[in-house]
DNA sequence: ATTATTGTATTAAGTACTTAATACAATAAT
DNA sequence: ATTATTGTATTAAGTACTTAATACAATAAT
């Protein structure tokens, strides 16, 4: 499930946001060693350049720091992982809304399709179980 | 509120993408004429063989059909309209359930947050009206 | 009949992104 | 002390996208 790279919107902007999300969900946790460029660019099949591309972002934004000949680790900032999870899922809520809108569908009607869908999705995670 | 457009992404695409939501949200309704490459393009602020690469987009999936010398009209087809607006909207769904559940919050936590949201902005239109 | 407008096509230039190949300094590991 | 690994930098090439300028055939409008 990782590392699925779509070619209608730059690289490195996608790994970016990958990181983003390891980091958010937890499988990067809090002070962790990152894996080396080279060995993260492997991963995901691209250049190690665009890789380090997209970790100089996220260096620029505070969410990792670098040790200059030991590697890269996560920030121990819980406080800011923590904020950053909250403005992407609200990011993502405001997101959908817009969207809808554009569509034609009310607040209302968008709340009702997503209650549905939702319910569909926890049956299908009761099968599983 | 239209073709406002992010140098993240390519250009075309993104005009494309518009124009159908003009279609699905019956902005452009069905047989209507459309303006000229040129004046759809000037009012988007791109070049016109940028709008034209949309158009001929739209056109080779349907929704749009050219007259040579006369112009391109919007689809008479009002059940394939339907049917778009009904696969974009389970997109958006499908796309806010998975990025949510990527950032760690299960489906119940996705709809309530939705829920909640959803009456905030509901509220804001009532102060509105 | 003439003119303006339609979609369409072509060529050239510029930009951003991506890859490839290579190199270097610093230091952790041995 | 030596070696391997770290992030980092540079140069060159290729690709896709976008713009600009221009042209043409067909036909609707006059």
């Known amino acids: 499930m990782s590392w699925n790279l779509k070619p ?3 690289i490195y902007s996608q ?6 999300i390891f980091i958010i969900s937890g499988k990067y946790k809090p002070g962790e060693k990152l894996p080396s460029v080279r060995d993260l660019a492997e ?3 691209v250049n190690p350049n665009t890789m380090q591309k ?18 890269r680790f996560i920030t121990e900032d819980e ?17 959908f809304f ?3 809108e554009l569509l034609g569908f009310s607040i ?3 709340v009702q399709l997503i ?9 299908e995670c009761d099968f599983k179980m």
Request: charged share 30%.
């Open 54 to 71: 997209a970790l100089a972002e996220l260096e620029r934004v505070g969410l990792v720091y670098t040790q200059r000949t030991n590697g």
């Open 79 to 95: 406080n800011m992982i923590r904020m950053l999870k909250e403005n992407v899922a609200q990011a993502q809520i405001r997101e």
């Open 15 to 20: 790994l970016l946001e990958y990181i983003q």
């Open 98 to 100: 817009d969207n809808m």
């Open 115 to 123: 209650i549905e869908t939702g319910k569909e999705r926890q049956n």
């Open 43 to 45: 991963e995901a099949s």
């Open 8 to 10: 209608d919107r730059p």
């Open 108 to 110: 209302q009607e968008s």
